[in-house]
């Protein structure tokens, strides 16, 4: 399987978190695996990014510009921020919610997300937007978007990715507490895919 894999968000989000479950489960179905994750100011809110490309035929752990074949964006103007690394046949799944910077809320320009994902429409091949409001009532809390959104990531079947080999990596790498929840945010991010994939039919 030869896979360039991009996610991006903004601190705080869990974006690092995911792009290892991802490297995680890759190498568990046998695939050479090399990731790497570019931060700033994270926990200020500043953008994150990782790149995690699957395949022998990746020798440099950052995709070329054009060369994605998947980005998972947990922020819209982060998704449009990354949009020179996507190949022109690239899924995009990226989350409706915005996260406001703080020059937003000081400003009156009123960023809701909304134009950011109308223009990824626009561009992008496939789109796959997710409601984080909605899909983190189901889940019952939005601590685990992130594992939630891997799921529909997953569900699309874009990232060639096995669900049970990315649900057992999940099971072994977060906190037993946390394992439950964590199951069933992902399992959660499957179903919407799959709906999202029969209403496309």
Request: net charge negative; hydrophobic share 45%; with cysteine.
């Amino acid at each position: 399987m030869e896979k360039n894999i991009l996610l991006c968000g903004v601190g705080g989000q869990g974006t690092v978190l995911a792009s290892k479950l991802i490297a995680s489960a890759a190498m568990g179905m046998g695939e050479v695996v090399h990731s790497a994750e570019t931060i700033g100011m994270a926990q200020r809110g500043g953008s994150v990014t990782s790149h995690v490309r699957i395949g022998e035929k990746a020798f440099s752990p950052l995709i070329p510009g054009g060369k994605a074949d998947v980005l998972i964006a947990f922020e819209p103007a982060e998704a449009v921020r990354n949009l020179r690394y996507l190949s022109k046949s690239a899924t995009v799944i990226v989350n409706r919610i915005p996260v406001q910077p703080v020059t937003e809320s000081l400003g009156e320009s009123h960023y809701d997300g909304e134009q950011m994902v109308a223009y990824l429409q626009e561009k992008c091949a496939r789109v796959v937007v997710v409601d984080a409001a909605g899909l983190c009532e189901q889940i019952g809390s939005a601590k685990f978007f992130n594992v939630a959104i891997l799921g529909v990531a997953v569900g699309t079947g874009a990232t060639g990715l096995d669900r049970d080999i990315v649900l057992r990596e999940i099971e072994s790498r977060v906190p037993a507490r946390f394992a439950d929840p964590n199951r069933e945010a992902f399992l959660a991010g499957i179903r919407l895919a799959e709906q999202e994939s029969t209403n496309d039919k």
